[in-house]
Each structure stands twice: as structure tokens, then as C-alpha cells.
């Protein structure tokens, strides 16, 4: 089982970008997948969060330019960041609460992908 994070990079303040992350391997169903960013020097911190049924959860610091969304099909979560600070710079992680056959779950962080914010 993997969890695969895309879609970071170098973007200037202001602008938007579009983080993936896939589930892959022998996985029953997706239980729920979020998001969580490390800056440098400080803890990993929660974005959001959304089940297989669609709730989602947000940090209260990350509600309004932060958007979540997920693929049940293609068991894929994304996050949609608009007008960018640079105090978003950081790795974005995902993760994934999965079930790998009936009754049997993991929890599974994929290996981050960098947001950079600068002009």
C-alpha cells in the first residue's frame, strides 16, 4: 500500500495550486484521506480532512482558501490551495485511513510533496 503526493512547487504569492495524492495497492476501500503541511522548525499541522461519504474537516487557520476533495474511484484526495502566502511554503503530506480487507485498517502517510511560495 502507497499513498503518492503530487502537484507541489514554486509559486508566487497570490497564486493557486492543486496537490494530488493516490492510495495504491491491495486496498478494500478508503476509509477517509486528508491533508497535513510541516513547515520548517515547526510540528506537522492538520489542513483538512474527508471521509468516503464526502464530510469534510478543516482547521479552523485553513477554513476559506482551502478546498478538499476526493476521487472514491480513483482513490485519490485533493487539495486546492488559493491566494497562496508564503506562510503556506511548507510539505504538504497526505494521508490515508484505509481498510485492506473487511475489518483489518492502516493508517498510511504518503511522502510529502513541497509547496514553495515566493516572489
Known amino acids: 500500500v502507497q499513498l503518492q503526493a503530487c502537484g507541489g512547487g514554486l509559486v508566487q504569492p497570490g497564486g493557486s495550486l492543486r496537490l494530488s495524492c493516490v492510495a495504491s495497492?491491495?486496498?478494500?476501500?478508503?476509509?477517509?484521506m486528508g491533508w497535513y503541511r510541516q513547515a520548517p522548525g515547526k510540528r506537522r499541522e492538520l489542513v483538512a480532512t474527508?471521509?468516503?461519504?464526502?464530510?469534510?474537516n478543516y482547521a479552523d487557520s485553513m477554513k476559506g482558501r482551502f478546498t478538499i476533495s476526493g476521487d472514491n474511484a480513483k482513490n485519490t484526495v485533493y487539495l486546492q490551495i488559493n491566494s497562496l502566502k508564503p506562510e503556506d511554503a511548507a510539505v504538504y503530506y497526505c494521508?490515508?485511513?484505509?481498510?485492506?480487507?473487511?475489518?483489518?485498517?492502516?493508517?498510511?502517510w504518503g511522502q510529502g510533496t513541497l509547496v514553495t511560495v515566493s516572489s
Open positions: 494521508n490515508g485511513d484505509l481498510e485492506l480487507r473487511p475489518g483489518v485498517t492502516l493508517n498510511s
Open positions: 495497492g491491495s486496498i478494500f476501500r478508503v476509509i477517509a
Open positions: 474527508i471521509t468516503s461519504s464526502g464530510n469534510t
